[in-house]
């Protein structure tokens, strides 16, 4: 079974400051993809950015990329430019491809403030 | 857009109470989800569907049962609420088998409160 973990349960910065989220995983899979997820306040969760394990080019969405250290089982998410609508809950997730509609795994969540 | 779409945001049951909580997609997705959220633990599945009647357990499915009669609706089903089920419950769906398929869409969530 995977685990995925996420080890700051909250974090605070201020507006227009870059932040990094952390995520690792542990998986015996050489093939998955990863995800972060962001819920916003009393809103429903969307995706925010996606990575194939198989593609060594780090995914990048606008404000929002990430840090794919596949060795280190390592999926941080770095926003740049923080604003107060990135003001949410974000989750780190990881699904084994060809696993079955359950094979996705949700770590617990950093809740990230942005502060003006 | 993908919309999924959850009947109710909030509701307050009484123990013992049977709750249904439903849940509609609009894009003929095969795959169908029950997810609860819960502080500190994340989201946790109880319960999938990828087909019509079809489902499978999730990883904490005691106490929930489900139904999909029609590919566009899961319901998931509380036969006797408890306190301990006092959670924020998600729904989710995904197409299956294609290139870009598995990421999931998620209604906006339906808070239950048992008394």
């Known amino acids: 079974a995977q685990t995925v973990t996420q080890s700051q349960p909250e974090m605070s910065v201020q507006e227009a400051e870059t932040v990094t989220l952390s995520c690792t995983y542990d998986t015996s899979e050489s093939n998955y993809y990863l995800f972060w997820y962001k819920q916003p306040p009393s809103r429903q969760m969307i995706l925010v950015i996606r990575q194939e394990a198989y593609k060594q080019q780090n995914a990048t969405e606008n404000r929002f990329s990430v840090n794919f250290q596949k060795a280190a089982k390592s999926f941080s998410l770095k926003i740049s430019d923080s604003q107060l609508g990135d003001t949410a809950m974000y989750f780190c997730a990881f699904m084994k491809i060809g696993g079955g509609a359950d094979g996705l795994t949700f770590g617990k969540g950093t809740h990230l403030i942005i502060q003006p | 857009d993908v919309k999924v779409t959850q009947s109710s945001r909030y509701l307050v049951k009484r123990t013992g109470e049977k709750v249904f909580l439903e849940c509609v997609q609009d894009?003929?997705?095969?795959?169908m989800f029950w997810y609860r959220q819960d502080p500190g633990l994340g989201l946790r599945l109880i319960y999938f569907?990828?087909?019509?009647?079809?489902?499978e357990k999730g990883d904490i499915p005691e106490g929930y049962s489900v139904s999909r009669e029609k590919k566009e609706r899961f319901s998931l089903i509380l036969e006797s609420a408890s306190t301990n089920q006092t959670s924020m419950y998600l729904c989710?769906?995904?197409?299956?088998?294609?290139?870009?398929?598995?990421?999931?869409?998620f209604g906006a969530g339906s808070r239950l409160t048992v008394l």
């Open positions: 989710a769906s995904s197409l299956w088998g294609r290139a870009g398929a598995n990421v999931l869409t």
């Open positions: 569907s990828y087909d019509v009647k079809m489902k």
């Open positions: 894009m003929d997705h095969e795959n």
